[in-house]
């Protein structure tokens, strides 16, 4: 695989070049075509257009959508509670899905009959990934989306993929070795580790030579180290579990390239009015998926776009990084947390007086720690032990529990203090 060039070409050059023109009247076309499609088999779609006094003749053009109000993710587990099993966002009869999904929250996804309505190919591509390469695909298998959308998006390109799935930190070493892996799908901080660990069981270090990293902020001081001490591109795409891949990096990693079959809007986090290039705001994505349309979608994420010419050669504006949580939603080793998360877990113990979250740094992992103020008598290890397996249960994620006196967790403090620092 010495040979290939990882930085030239495209997937899908025609889309990925149009004029910004021909760009809008792509989206318009799919655009219009979708609200059609989704109407009458989609009650959740029609009642949100509904309400906004608005028939599907309304939404033709991009200009159209800022009529829709923006829907919450946060929103999605009543929405879908109200109406089982999708909120009517699903187009499809249970029956012809291939697969559902099961996010915290928890909400539900369904993945369609159809291949590549999660752009993956796109992102790959454009991150370095060429038929041939085999790759280790980390993410998880187990309920959450990604890994299969990936997967995919792998195997639509020519690569093969070794499906090892989250953790077991060895095998990933002596699997990525014995095979001669060429590419890494995953977490930044999970490639950081099993880099450190293949250097520690003396076995050589794996020859990826691309990477595509996701679920979690990705410092550049960590792309440095990838790309200086190990010879790893590493690339990443910015998607959810409701929408898929909506942005990429390409070789530039100067931004993410937004997809041309979602329309992204960056909007006011209050308002949901679209906001102009260059302000930072809450992404909005409309995608052009014909099983689960979601149509001003709000990711409760902040970013900011620019339509700077990349040299690369693509059109498409980028995305410029991550800018923190519309909300109080908190994003820990790619996934997210709740804070009623945080009340569900401390309701598993009587005499909690106060619990507070706080999501710190060390190293290249997240930390979670779970503050917690008992009332008299109650006996602090017995809670801490209950308290981390709850955290463990209800939030996904291993995290440590912090007896603490009173007051030190202040009156009215944030349920999920995040004390992160990205540079
Ligand atoms: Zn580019």
Not at 15 to 21: F, R, V
Not at 237 to 252: H, R, V
Not at 321 to 340: I, M, N, Y
Request: aromatic share 6%.
């Amino acid at each position: 695989m010495k040979t290939v060039d990882r930085r030239a070409g495209y997937w899908n050059r025609e889309k990925e070049t149009l004029s910004p023109a021909a760009r809008e009247a792509y989206q318009d076309a799919w655009l219009a075509r979708l609200v059609e499609h989704a109407w009458a088999p989609a009650p959740g779609v029609r009642r949100r257009l509904e309400d906004a006094g608005l028939q599907p003749g309304d939404v033709r053009r991009i200009d159209d959508l800022a009529r829709v109000p923006v829907m919450k993710k946060s929103a999605m587990p009543d929405l879908q509670k109200a109406d089982p099993p999708f909120g009517g966002f699903c187009t499809v009869p249970v029956q012809r899905l291939r697969r559902i999904f099961v996010s915290p929250g928890p909400i539900l996804e369904p993945m369609g009959p159809e291949l590549s309505a999660w752009h993956g190919e796109t992102c790959l591509y454009a991150g370095g990934f060429r038929p041939g390469d085999v790759v280790v695909n980390t993410f998880g298998y187990q309920l959450l989306p990604a890994a299969h959308e990936l997967d995919e998006a792998l195997h639509t390109i020519g690569c093969v993929v070794v499906s090892t799935g989250v953790g077991n930190t060895d095998q990933q070493v002596t699997v990525a070795t014995t095979v001669r892996a060429t590419g890494y799908v995953g977490t930044p901080s999970f490639l950081m580790t099993i880099l450190k660990r293949a250097n520690e069981m003396g076995v050589g270090r794996p020859p990826f030579e691309v990477a595509q990293v996701g679920a979690e902020p990705f410092p550049e001081s960590l792309r440095r180290v990838f790309q200086d001490e190990h010879g790893i591109m590493a690339r990443q795409g910015f998607g959810t579990a409701d929408l898929g891949m909506i942005a990429y990096e390409c070789a530039e990693a100067a931004g993410m390239h937004l997809v041309e079959d979602v329309i992204t809007q960056i909007c006011d986090p209050r308002t949901g009015e679209p906001l102009p290039h260059g302000q930072v705001g809450e992404i909005v994505a409309t995608t052009n998926n014909m099983t689960y349309p979601m149509i001003r979608f709000g990711t409760g994420d902040l970013s900011l776009v620019t339509d700077e010419p990349c040299a690369c050669g693509r059109t498409s504006p980028r995305m410029l990084g991550w800018r923190g949580r519309a909300d109080e939603v908190t994003k820990v080793r790619g996934v997210f947390v709740h804070p009623r998360q945080a009340d569900e877990v401390v309701a598993r113990v009587q005499g909690v007086r106060r619990v507070q979250v706080v999501v710190g740094r060390e190293g290249h992992q997240d930390s979670l720690t779970m503050r917690v103020e008992l009332a008299e008598g109650v006996d602090a290890a017995a809670a801490r032990s209950t308290l981390e397996s709850a955290i463990r249960d209800v939030m996904k994620l291993r995290g440590t529990v912090e007896v603490v006196g009173a007051g030190v967790i202040p009156e009215g403090a944030k349920k999920i203090a995040d004390e992160r620092t990205w540079e």
